[in-house]
């Protein structure tokens, strides 16, 4: 396993208690909630710079990129009939960051 370089960036801890149906919740990181404060966005980039030291340097890095890639590009479950006859199957398109789930249900005829 890699080796951290550093510290992680310092994480402040402000506790801010709410009462949610009757049970106090204690947030100690609720000031990160605001993604448009300079504090927050400070954070997120000493937390992105210190990530991508440390996942930069692993080694065979850019082979498990390329794999990952691959096998994404091609994701397709196979279809699942289950107990009521529907068929159940989920799909990625190439190049796509979405996926879709498809359902066929069977026809049944209906006497009146």
């Not at 149906?21 to 966005?41: A, F, I, K, M, N």
Request: charged share 25%; with cysteine.
């Amino acid at each position: 396993m890699l080796q951290l370089i550093a510290n992680p960036p310092y994480s402040s801890v402000e506790p801010v208690t709410e009462v949610l149906h009757g049970v106090p919740v204690t947030d100690p990181y609720r000031w990160l909630e605001d993604q448009e404060s300079p504090r927050t966005r400070e954070w997120l980039a000493a937390q992105t710079q210190y990530a991508r030291a440390y996942l930069d340097a692993i080694p065979g890095r850019e082979r498990i990129r390329e794999r990952i890639r691959d096998l994404l590009l091609r994701h397709m479950t196979p279809s699942r009939e289950s107990a009521t006859g529907m068929f159940f199957a989920s799909a990625s398109p190439a190049r796509s960051s979405t996926a879709s789930f498809c359902v066929k249900v069977p026809t049944v005829k209906i006497n009146f």
